[in-house]
């Protein structure tokens, strides 16, 4: 009987590996070295698992993309539960390091590289855009009485108070900061409940 394929679970780690490398130097500067490297494979392997460089970054992409939708399907299941826009904070902004930093760091490279592979686009803004929606549908349900424009521009604002957390990360920002940006996405939760 032949042995199970490892090829799967290879090609995760060996995109695990690069995930940590682009977080860690960005999309240049995570060469086929340094991610050998980390996976403990030779660099022939890589194209062996993910192929070129080109194919790398497609297959990292998606990767990440994968890896955010499924963080995004778990948030939407519990932020189902909650009722309020500050319940809604807490869970984002919760010190329990369970949101992967090198996640955003890697979309946030590969967002930057559009230039050079503007294929990547469509599917990092679909990432994004998911996320953006699940914000808003919780931010409807539990201020119903808010208009639809000001729902979607709390729920902007709260995405993008939230994917910047982690980029201060890299900065070894203040960790004062990270209660700044959490009560900054609670006071824009407090303005659907003011009346227009």
Not at 32 to 50: D, F, I, N, S, T
Not at 155 to 168: E, K, N, R
Not at 178 to 192: G, H, I
Request: charge should be negative.
């Amino acid at each position: 009987m032949p042995r199970p394929s490892l090829r799967t679970q290879r090609s995760e780690e060996i995109l695990d590996a690069y995930m940590t490398c682009v977080a860690r130097f960005g999309l240049e500067g995570a060469t086929q070295e340094r991610v050998a490297a980390e996976a403990g494979v030779k660099r022939p392997l890589l194209r062996h698992y993910l192929g070129n460089r080109d194919q790398m970054i497609v297959a990292l992409s998606l990767y990440v993309a994968n890896t955010f939708n499924n963080q995004t399907a778990e948030l939407d299941f519990y932020l189902s539960e909650i009722e309020s826009g500050s319940q809604l904070v807490e869970i984002l902004f919760t010190d329990d390091e369970e949101i992967d930093p090198r996640l955003l760091a890697a979309w946030q490279a590969l967002s930057t590289s559009i230039g050079d592979h503007p294929d990547l686009a469509k599917p990092l803004l679909a990432v994004l855009s998911r996320f953006l929606l699940v914000i808003e549908k919780t931010l409807r349900r539990v201020s119903p009485n808010a208009s639809a424009e000001k729902v979607r521009a709390v729920a902007q604002g709260i995405s993008t108070v939230f994917l910047s957390l982690d980029s201060l990360a890299a900065l070894d920002a203040p960790s004062d900061w990270r209660l700044e940006l959490k009560q900054a996405a609670l006071l824009l939760t407090e303005t659907l409940d003011v009346s227009d």
